[in-house]
């Protein structure tokens, strides 16, 4: 399933529902009614899941109607970010800055990423041109839990997660490379779009292998795979629960591939008027435009 925060056209309500080829599935025309993503994502119920795997077409709004809104727009805690996650990107990254990004990793690199409202698939991204010279963007598989987890071992880590939904992680490279910390480089207002849905675990392998592509003006950028990552979800889940609670709805993105903007020579940044397309096998496209 495809669970979506979305509203009405021409109102400002924010409905829960299930994304359909054939239309969204209003969970209040069902009779679930939960006030966010969040506290759906930690209360709803198998018999709940059931009713909603029934859906009648009669049940349906066009899609026409509706306009997507990030999944949860408003994340109650920093999303959780993995840097240099995957080796190519590594490559490239260190390339570009090596007293920034060199060395290699015996362990993973976590940073968090403020999110104050997480920006809707086909909304516009500020680029902040005031202050970033050099704006940049990284397609993410990002895992969604979905329940309170601590001290789990990685046999059991996909017994927390919830869904799986896309991160576009935009970051302003001169920012996050004058700092040792990357937080307010990957935390500017618009740099966390987020969507266009979850789509829930059941609906792939474990572990996910799964397409992920990057576009900017229609011109193919990143293009790899989610099983590439150098620590993979299990270890990720694993070693964040030894010494933290991650609770119902938390947020971790996993990493980028290669092809980011600053990997080329010379570098690919974003510009004002740039559309750009994050893309992953099962979930769909986050399409943003830069403002």
């Given at each position: 399933m495809?669970?979506?925060?979305?509203?009405?056209?021409?109102t400002n309500v924010e409905n829960l529902g299930i994304y359909t080829e054939k239309g969204i599935l209003p969970l209040s025309n069902l009779n679930i009614n939960y006030t966010d993503m969040t506290e759906l994502i930690e209360k709803i119920t198998p018999k709940e899941l059931k009713e909603?795997?029934?859906y009648s077409k009669n049940d349906l709004i066009p899609i026409s109607e509706a306009a997507l809104l990030a999944p949860i727009p408003h994340p109650k805690q920093d999303?959780?970010?993995?840097?240099i996650n995957y080796f190519e990107h590594a490559l490239e990254a260190a390339k570009y800055k090596k007293e920034?990004?060199?060395?290699?990793?015996?362990?993973?690199?976590?940073?968090?990423?403020?999110?104050?409202?997480?920006?809707?698939?086909?909304?516009?991204?500020?680029?902040?041109?005031d202050i970033v010279d050099s704006l940049d963007y990284e397609s993410e598989l990002a895992v969604?839990?979905?329940k309170d987890s601590k001290n789990i071992p990685p046999e059991k880590a996909f017994e927390c997660i919830f869904g799986y939904t896309i991160i576009n992680d935009i970051s302003a490279?001169?920012?996050?490379?004058?700092?040792?910390?990357?937080?307010?480089?990957?935390?500017?207002?618009?740099?966390?779009?987020?969507?266009?849905?979850?789509?829930?675990?059941?609906?792939?392998?474990t572990p996910p292998k799964l397409k992920i592509l990057s576009r900017v003006n229609g011109e193919l950028r990143q293009n790899s795979t989610t099983d590439l990552m150098i620590f993979d979800i299990p270890y990720i889940i694993s070693d964040l629960t030894k010494g933290m609670t991650l609770k119902a709805g938390t947020i971790i993105a996993t990493g980028t591939p290669a092809g980011v903007g600053m990997g080329f020579t010379p570098p690919k940044f974003l510009k004002s008027?740039?559309?750009v397309e994050c893309e992953i096998e099962g979930i769909g496209i986050l399409?943003?435009?830069i403002k």
């Open positions: 495809k669970f979506i925060t979305y509203k009405i056209n021409k909603i795997s029934s999303i959780i970010c993995l840097g920034a990004f060199g060395g290699k990793q015996k362990f993973p690199i976590y940073f968090s990423k403020r999110v104050t409202k997480a920006v809707a698939p086909n909304d516009y991204i500020d680029g902040h041109f969604v839990i979905k490279r001169n920012i996050q490379t004058r700092h040792k910390q990357w937080y307010f480089g990957k935390s500017l207002d618009d740099f966390t779009p987020i969507g266009p849905c979850i789509t829930t675990s059941d609906e792939f392998s008027g740039d559309v399409k943003n435009t």
